[in-house]
């Protein structure tokens, strides 16, 4: 059987880095970027002769096309060059899909800002009114996919984060050093946990949907409340954040939030909430590498790739201390059951603190070198696995004297 294959604009972009590595796994990936880096097909996505050459060459089942020009100030300063790369490259794609009668599903990553911001919470069949260039781009190249493709996902998605995207790294890098920032109060909006993105776009493929969709996190929230939920998951108490009120001629929308009704009944995927997004971002907890749900239950994976040596159950009560030691080669595994934990991590190798709170079934590793604490906030019980078996004269816990 032959592997589909897949082609991935904008593939060093941080969207299309992430799709590769979730995709390659079960399909031929290609990345295509306007960089000449090792392992990437050179493209300019505005040159139609090269993407000619390139779409005949690899006959592609499926295109996700992450490219463009994405930074609304930009987009406001050029419109010329904004048009050209956002509408002009994606139809280029469009017409050598048809020109070449490709049996080709195309996935167009779009925008909220296809509306107009004004009142949020919009579905896809509310009518698109944009108000940015960015928006318009955006809008342009939605009729001009639909108008042209019968195969096609038009996936509207909105401040996609993780280990990048451009807000969460402003906020985290600036928490991490201290910094006073001031963040807007009065814009909301829905962001998508990059994790949760390139799982939903694999399941779209294998359902064998086309049409448009909304792919975002299901809560909506201001940039101020998102910021402190970070500061929380980092353990920062009193953040130097300050609320801040948009100017008036300000380009973010006022309340640019997406429904993802649609998407979450069609798919029935894991969907984390903003909260546990952010401690998968910043790697307090471990996402699930899979999940299924019916009427029965779910099931939620947890890991693949570890051999645990020793797995024990462990309940604690209230108020109570335990761990406060460390281990110098045992990697340490933690499922909590039920009840509400802080945890406190020093790395005793860089000196780094942490300090995250964890629950019902939240999953995490403590690694080797790694002083750690648990403070129990509430009657708790947890699953303890280890790398290495605990046991006789020379066992791996260490406390500090």
């Given at each position: 059987?032959?592997?589909?294959?897949?082609?991935?604009?904008?593939?060093?972009?941080?969207?299309?880095?992430?799709?590769?590595?979730?995709?390659?796994?079960?399909?031929?990936?290609?990345?295509?970027?306007?960089?000449?880096?090792?392992?990437?097909?050179?493209?300019?996505?505005?040159?139609?002769?090269?993407?000619?050459?390139?779409?005949?060459?690899?006959?592609?089942?499926?295109?996700?096309?992450?490219?463009?020009?994405?930074?609304?100030?930009?987009?406001?300063?050029?419109?010329?060059?904004?048009?050209?790369?956002?509408?002009?490259?994606?139809?280029?794609?469009?017409?050598?899909?048809?020109?070449?009668?490709?049996?080709?599903?195309?996935i167009f990553l779009s925008?909220?800002?296809?509306?107009?911001?004004?009142?949020?919470?919009?579905?896809?069949?509310?009518?698109?009114?944009?108000?940015?260039?960015?928006?318009?781009?955006?809008?342009?190249?939605?009729?001009?996919?639909?108008?042209?493709?019968?195969?096609?996902?038009?996936?509207?998605?909105?401040?996609?984060?993780?280990?990048?995207?451009?807000?969460?790294?402003?906020?985290?890098?600036?928490?991490?050093?201290?910094?006073?920032?001031?963040?807007?109060?009065?814009?909301?909006?829905?962001?998508?946990?990059?994790?949760?993105?390139?799982?939903?776009?694999?399941?779209?493929i294998e359902k064998k949907?086309?049409g448009t969709i909304h792919?975002?996190?299901?809560?909506?929230?201001?940039?101020?409340?998102?910021?402190?939920?970070?500061?929380?998951?980092?353990?920062?108490?009193?953040?130097?954040?300050?609320?801040?009120?948009?100017?008036?001629?300000?380009?973010?929308?006022?309340?640019?939030?997406?429904?993802?009704?649609?998407?979450?009944?069609?798919?029935?995927?894991?969907?984390?909430?903003?909260?546990?997004?952010?401690?998968?971002?910043?790697?307090?907890?471990?996402?699930?590498?899979?999940?299924?749900?019916?009427?029965?239950?779910?099931?939620?994976?947890?890991?693949?790739?570890?051999?645990?040596?020793?797995?024990?159950?462990?309940?604690?009560?209230?108020?109570?201390?335990?761990?406060?030691?460390?281990?110098?080669?045992?990697?340490?595994?933690?499922?909590?059951?039920?009840?509400?934990?802080?945890?406190?991590?020093?790395?005793?190798?860089?000196?780094?603190?942490?300090?995250?709170?964890?629950?019902?079934?939240?999953?995490?590793?403590?690694?080797?070198?790694?002083?750690?604490?648990?403070?129990?906030?509430?009657?708790?019980?947890?699953?303890?696995?280890?790398?290495?078996?605990?046991?006789?004269?020379?066992?791996?816990?260490?406390?500090?004297?």
């Open positions: 059987m032959t592997t589909p294959r897949i082609l991935i604009t904008g593939g060093d972009g941080y969207v299309g880095t992430h799709l590769s590595n979730k995709l390659s796994n079960e399909y031929s990936t290609y990345k295509t970027s306007i960089f000449n880096k090792k392992g990437f097909i050179k493209l300019d996505i505005c040159n139609r002769t090269e993407v000619h050459k390139i779409i005949k060459k690899l006959k592609p089942k499926i295109i996700i096309h992450t490219a463009g020009l994405s930074s609304l100030t930009e987009c406001e300063k050029n419109p010329e060059l904004a048009h050209k790369i956002n509408v002009l490259g994606t139809k280029n794609i469009v017409d050598e899909i048809k020109l070449l009668k490709l049996d080709c599903n195309l925008s909220e800002y296809v509306f107009s911001g004004e009142r949020g919470n919009y579905s896809e069949e509310d009518p698109t009114q944009p108000k940015t260039t960015y928006g318009k781009n955006k809008v342009e190249c939605e009729e001009y996919i639909k108008e042209n493709l019968k195969e096609y996902i038009i996936c509207r998605s909105a401040n996609i984060f993780g280990k990048g995207g451009n807000f969460f790294n402003f906020v985290l890098d600036n928490l991490k050093a201290k910094n006073q920032i001031e963040v807007f109060s009065d814009t909301y909006y829905t962001p998508t946990y990059i994790e949760y993105l390139t799982d939903c776009i694999p399941l779209l949907f086309f792919l975002v996190g299901q809560e909506k929230t201001s940039r101020y409340e998102f910021a402190i939920a970070l500061a929380k998951v980092l353990g920062i108490e009193n953040p130097k954040i300050s609320p801040l009120t948009q100017p008036k001629e300000g380009l973010i929308s006022k309340d640019s939030s997406l429904n993802s009704s649609k998407l979450r009944k069609l798919l029935n995927n894991y969907s984390p909430t903003i909260n546990e997004a952010l401690n998968f971002a910043v790697e307090n907890h471990k996402y699930p590498y899979f999940y299924y749900s019916d009427d029965r239950g779910s099931i939620k994976g947890l890991i693949q790739d570890n051999n645990w040596k020793e797995i024990n159950y462990v309940t604690s009560k209230k108020m109570q201390i335990r761990g406060n030691h460390y281990h110098k080669n045992a990697t340490e595994g933690f499922f909590i059951i039920n009840g509400k934990i802080k945890i406190s991590l020093t790395d005793l190798v860089t000196k780094e603190k942490k300090e995250f709170f964890s629950s019902n079934g939240d999953y995490f590793f403590i690694k080797p070198m790694t002083l750690h604490t648990f403070e129990i906030l509430e009657d708790s019980s947890w699953i303890n696995m280890l790398s290495i078996s605990i046991k006789g004269k020379n066992k791996d816990i260490h406390r500090l004297t």
